[in-house]
Structure formats: structure tokens, C-alpha cells
């Protein structure tokens, strides 16, 4: 079975990521998928809680941000 993977992004007008789609054709919103994350259905992101608090979504490769993905 094919592990579900973030693909494509999309942001708002702030330029700040709000949804997320993946390899099988998913769409999530910010909170469906840290709910995705944090239950291990999305495989290349993580769920990091920075020190001001807010919780945002990385991906697990260092190398790689979602802000470079493209967009759908």
C-alpha cells in the first residue's frame, strides 16, 4: 500500500499555507491535516509547536520546505 504523501499546497493572501494536498488526491486544511500527521496517515510532514506557541506543519526532509511545493 502506497504511504500517503504531502504533493502541492496552497496559501491564502498573506501568503501563509492553508491547505494541502496529497499523492492520492486528498485536500486537507491546516487542522485536518496536523490531525493527519499526528496520527501518521501523511508520511513526509511533521507537527513542530514553536517557542511563541503557534503549531505549524514542516517537512520531515531538512531540506525540503512546503513553501517551495507547487501549488494547486
Known amino acids: 500500500m502506497e ?3 504531502i504533493t502541492h ?3 491564502d493572501n498573506l501568503n501563509r499555507i492553508i491547505e494541502f494536498k496529497t499523492n ?3 485536500i486537507y486544511n491546516f487542522e485536518m491535516a496536523k490531525e493527519a500527521i499526528t ?3 501523511i508520511k513526509n510532514a511533521k507537527v513542530i509547536k514553536k517557542n511563541n506557541g503557534r503549531t505549524c506543519i514542516q517537512s520531515k526532509d531538512s531540506n525540503q520546505s512546503f513553501d517551495d511545493f507547487p501549488e494547486f
Do not use: Q, V
Request: net charge positive.
Open 3 to 5: 504511504e500517503e504523501i
Open 39 to 41: 496520527f501518521d496517515k
Open 24 to 26: 492520492k488526491g486528498n
Open 9 to 11: 499546497i496552497r496559501k
